[in-house]
Antibody, heavy 127, light 110 residues
C-alpha cells in the first residue's frame, strides 16, 4: 500500500533552516509528483511547491521562491524540502503528498489529484 | 486569504443532509477537476472525493460531490457524529501551475 512517512518534529530558531524528509513506499517513486503543503496552527492548507522525482523538476509557489528547495533521492525513494531564513510565522505542520495524474476520456492530461498524504511534521520556529 | 472560497462553518443533526460549497474561477474549478479532503482533528487530510464526483475505495456513499461552472459542492447525507471534521476543496490552478485550496469548512454534528 502507498505510504509517505515523514521525519520527526523540529524546533528551530528564527533565521535557521530546516530540512524535512518524506520517504515513499508502495509505488514507483519516480513517476508521481510529490507536493509539499503546510498548515499553520488553526489555519488552512497552503501549497508550497512540487517536485517530480524522476527528473527532479520543481515548481515553487511564488511566496516561497528563493527560500524553499525541494530535492529527492531516488535510491531511497525519499523527497526532501529545505526551508531557509525561518520566521515565527513558518511555524506549521508540513505535509508531503503524492499526486496521481491520468488522462481523462477525452485524452486530456489531468493534474491535481493529490491522493496520499504523509502524517505531517510540526516545525516550530521560536527563540 | 484562500483562492477557493468555502463557508467557514456548517452544522447538522445526525441523519440530516448537509452541503458545503466551494467557489473558484475559470483558471481553477472552471477548467480542472475538484477534489475534497476530510481532516479529522490532529490528522493529515484524507482524500474524500476526487475528479469532481468520484469516491476512493472505502469512502461511504453518503459522501458525494458535484461541480458546475466555477463552483463545486460536497454533500453528506445521513450525517454521523464521526463526520465532524474540517473539509477542504482543492483544484489545480492553471495560472499558478499548482493546486489551490479552499479555506476549509468546520462541520459540527449537533
Amino acid at each position: 500500500q502507498v505510504q509517505l512517512v515523514q521525519s520527526g518534529a523540529a524546533v528551530k530558531e528564527p533565521g535557521a533552516s530546516v530540512k524535512v524528509s518524506c520517504r515513499a513506499s508502495g509505488y514507483t517513486f519516480s513517476i508521481y509528483y510529490i507536493h509539499w503543503v503546510r498548515q499553520a496552527p488553526g489555519q488552512g492548507l497552503e501549497w508550497m511547491g512540487v517536485i517530480l522525482p524522476g527528473g527532479a523538476t520543481t515548481n515553487y509557489a511564488q511566496k516561497f521562491q528563493g527560500r524553499v528547495t525541494m530535492t529527492r533521492d531516488t535510491s531511497t525513494s525519499t523527497a526532501y524540502m529545505e526551508v531557509s531564513s525561518l520566521r515565527s510565522d513558518d511555524t506549521a505542520v508540513y505535509y508531503c503528498a503524492r499526486e496521481e495524474n491520468y488522462y481523462d476520456t477525452s485524452g486530456r492530461y489531468v493534474r491535481g489529484k493529490i491522493d496520499y498524504w504523509g502524517q505531517g511534521i510540526l516545525v516550530t520556529v521560536s527563540s | 486569504q484562500s483562492v477557493l472560497t468555502q463557508p467557514p462553518s456548517a452544522s447538522g443533526t445526525p441523519g440530516q443532509r448537509v452541503t458545503i460549497s466551494c467557489s473558484g474561477s475559470s483558471s481553477n474549478i472552471g477548467s480542472n477537476i475538484v477534489n475534497w479532503y476530510q481532516q479529522l482533528p490532529g490528522t493529515a487530510p484524507k482524500l474524500l472525493i476526487h475528479s469532481n464526483n468520484h469516491r476512493p475505495s472505502g469512502v461511504p456513499d453518503r459522501f458525494s460531490g458535484s461541480k458546475s461552472g466555477t463552483s463545486a459542492s460536497l454533500a453528506i447525507s445521513g450525517l454521523q457524529s464521526e463526520d465532524e471534521a474540517d473539509y477542504y476543496c482543492a483544484a489545480w490552478d492553471d495560472s499558478l501551475n499548482g493546486p489551490v485550496f479552499g479555506g476549509g469548512t468546520k462541520l459540527t454534528v449537533l
